[in-house]
């Protein structure tokens, strides 16, 4: 099936510095998702978008509905070390409650102290 | 916040055998379930859509006969993963979706080892 182009697939950061990910598609999605793995668990919801253009913070995580439908991105300031883990972006194309979740491959993060 | 809960956590069984998997929404009536297969570094794959009182609908290339999906309740899905091998060793997730907000929450996780 259809995933989602995350970049980067991976990154090391260090403790205090912001990290920028993001997630495209080749295909519109009108509600775009961030979730956050940590290993052996499922993923958790981080933020979600609905409007085209929408900009939406939760605590140091900042994400993005890109204009054009089709990407995605999400910021992290001052990473700490429990940021670590795997980030997904995940769309969905309807509005209705049957609507399925497109997954992207994933940004897996470690951050150094 | 809403709780969906998988059971086993993590499982061991030979090639041959079936096993069972249970997805449970504790605190909310789940009208739609999702499972989904993730291999090691690997994204969520979805298997299947799974609704209360009907047939699950299969994403292409998943063999029903071969990953069963009962939606009994509103509060419980399972799937039978039947005459396992090898190759189907891997970390089923479910989702639930709430019935009256849509949103979707996700379980813990089955780690499936098959020997």
């Known amino acids: 099936g259809q995933q989602l182009n995350q970049s980067p697939q991976s990154m090391f950061i260090q403790e205090g510095e912001d990290v920028s990910m993001n997630c495209t598609s080749s295909?519109?999605?009108?509600?775009w998702l961030w979730y956050k793995q940590d290993p052996g668990e499922g993923p958790v919801l981080l933020i979600a978008?609905?409007?085209?253009?929408e900009l939406t913070s939760n605590g140091r995580l900042t994400a993005q509905f890109g204009i054009t439908r089709k990407d995605s991105f999400l910021n992290i300031s001052a990473s700490i070390p429990s940021d670590v883990g795997i980030y997904f972006c995940?769309?969905?194309?309807?509005?209705?409650?049957?609507?399925?979740?497109?997954f992207g491959t994933g940004t897996r993060l470690q951050v150094t102290l | 916040g809403a709780v969906v809960s998988q059971h086993p956590s993590w499982v061991i069984c030979k090639s041959g055998t079936s096993v069972k998997i249970e997805c449970r929404s504790l605190?909310?009536?789940?009208?739609?379930m999702f499972w989904y297969r993730q291999f090691p570094k690997q994204s969520l794959m979805l298997m299947a859509t799974?609704?209360?009182?009907?047939?699950?609908?299969?994403e292409q290339g998943v063999e029903k006969d071969k990953f069963l999906i009962n939606h009994a309740s509103l509060t419980l899905s399972t799937l039978t993963v039947t005459s396992a091998h090898p190759e189907d060793s891997s970390f089923y997730i479910c989702?639930?979706?709430?019935?009256?907000?849509?949103?979707?929450?996700f379980g813990e996780g089955s780690r499936l080892t098959v020997l």
């Open positions: 605190d909310f009536q789940a009208t739609t």
């Open positions: 989702s639930a979706r709430q019935g009256h907000t849509g949103e979707l929450f």
């Open positions: 799974s609704n209360e009182g009907s047939k699950a609908t299969y």
């Open positions: 995940a769309g969905q194309k309807g509005p209705g409650t049957a609507s399925k979740l497109t």
């Open positions: 978008l609905y409007k085209a253009g």
């Open positions: 295909s519109i999605f009108n509600t």
